[in-house]
């Protein structure tokens, strides 16, 4: 038995079956997504003054991504289009510029996440804290790379805890304190005094109070930072993985019905219109605000 | 792959666009993916001007963002010419984002507005 409307729109709605189905999948995906910008929302502006540290994500890679997801947008109703046209060679062509977007936004948002679990804050037991990323580590020491990033001392109450009246400075900085701006999740604790270094920073294991990547768990904007642009990523690899079908095996389609084969299409770049909606929400909420 | 052709089944002639209209919203998609890329080079570019008060850079932010959204939205996704059934679907969905926005905001009293902190 032949299913209906898979083709043709229903009189009354006006719209083919997947369609409906789409959109009402939509609308759940905009509750979803709603829920978790509410909670972003409630942790942002719960946040003492100066401790939201948005400027730690790299911006001119957020801005690539944005653009490369742009262009998958394009390249989808592109491909919708020359199916329209009854250009399957196009939409060949523009179905698979897609899928390397997708890839290499998927690359970029990777080298993020990579970025942020190399990139250590060690607090020592005389009060100061290393911000960078990680050189090597091993029993005895680790290495971190400050890059741009600041030592900071605080006050020992600040951080809970006094120094210890024994605490050797088992850190050395390889090379002369420069000038640098502050990073900005420390401005408020900065005037306790900052100095930012360029070189390797050597510290001693034994001279480490506490040690922790820039992961979901190190504060309540990574938090929300992992989970929003982790559902988003997980929506790209859903939608790659149905165009690559489409691109792949389920091509034959469109020499058995073309037009249920371009409503598919269509349906799928619904979808992926919607990834990149959320994204260009997400690209200033996280990155630049 | 060669191009396929199926000129007596064409779905370009039994689709709702035929191909002059399709020709015209081609140019249409080109002039939005322009748009979209200015609009995020903008969104850059504001981020870095401090406008007086973080609330009004979060204004002029969540704007643009507007705007594109409306660009893939109404073009892309071809809600400006939609059928009333996903205007309901997407009307209700709004109804109850706005709704629950409403309660976060709310859940914040006593101080009852947000305030961002610099």
């Given at each position: 038995m032949d299913i209906p409307y898979t083709v043709?729109?229903?009189?009354?709605?006006?719209l083919y079956n997947a369609k409906l189905g789409i959109w009402l999948f939509l609308a759940s995906e905009v509750m979803l997504f709603?829920?978790?910008?509410?909670?972003?929302?409630?942790?942002?502006?719960?946040?003492?003054?100066?401790?939201?540290?948005?400027?730690?994500?790299?911006?001119?890679?957020?801005?690539?991504?944005?653009?490369?997801?742009?262009?998958?947008?394009?390249?989808?109703?592109?491909?919708?289009?020359?199916?329209?046209?009854?250009?399957?060679?196009?939409w060949r062509k523009y179905q698979g510029i897609t899928l390397l977007c997708a890839l290499g936004f998927l690359g970029i948002k990777s080298y993020e996440y990579y970025d942020k679990f190399t990139h250590y804050e060690v607090i020592t037991n005389d009060g100061k804290v290393f911000d960078g990323h990680l050189v090597m580590q091993d029993t005895e020491k680790v290495v971190l790379h400050p890059g741009n990033h600041r030592v900071i001392t605080y006050a020992a109450e600040q951080l809970g805890y006094g120094p210890k009246p024994e605490a050797e400075?088992?850190?050395?900085?390889?090379?002369?304190?420069a000038a640098h701006e502050a990073t900005p999740a420390h401005e408020a604790t900065a005037a306790h005094g900052a100095e930012a270094v360029e070189e390797h920073v050597t510290i001693a294991r034994s001279n480490i109070k506490r040690m922790q990547n820039y992961g979901p768990y190190h504060h309540a904007y990574l938090a929300i930072y992992f989970t929003l642009t982790g559902l988003h990523a997980l929506h790209v690899i859903g939608g790659a993985l149905v165009m690559a079908y489409f691109f792949g095996p389920g091509a034959k389609m469109w020499k058995s019905e073309p037009e249920r084969f371009i409503n598919r299409i269509e349906v799928s770049g619904l979808f992926w219109h919607f990834v990149d909606l959320v994204w260009i929400f997400l690209f200033p909420v996280l990155y630049l605000l | 792959m060669s191009q396929t052709t199926h000129d007596t089944h064409s779905p370009a002639a039994h689709g709702s666009h035929g191909g002059h209209d399709l020709q015209a919203d081609l140019r249409k998609y080109m002039i939005v993916f322009g748009a979209l890329i200015v609009g995020t080079i903008v969104t850059v570019l504001a981020s870095?001007?401090?406008f007086g008060s973080t609330s009004?850079?979060?204004?002029?932010?969540?704007?643009?963002?507007?705007?594109?959204?409306?660009?893939?939205?109404?073009?892309?996704?071809h809600l400006i010419s939609e059928k009333k059934m996903i205007f309901a679907i997407l009307g209700s969905t709004v109804f109850f984002v706005i709704g629950l926005m409403y309660l976060i905001i709310w859940s914040m009293e006593p101080t009852s507005h947000i305030h961002i902190p610099h």
């Open positions: 043709k729109e229903r009189e009354d709605t006006g709603g829920a978790l910008f509410s909670s972003y929302i409630l942790l942002r502006v719960g946040a003492s003054p100066g401790t939201w540290p948005h400027s730690i994500l790299n911006v001119p890679l957020g801005t690539l991504n944005t653009i490369v997801l742009i262009v998958s947008s394009i390249t989808v109703v592109m491909a919708w289009a020359s199916l329209k046209m009854n250009k399957f060679g196009d400075h088992g850190h050395e900085v390889e090379k002369a304190p | 870095y001007i401090h009004i850079n979060i204004a002029v932010a969540l704007l643009i963002a507007s705007v594109k959204v409306f660009l893939v939205g109404g073009y892309f996704m």
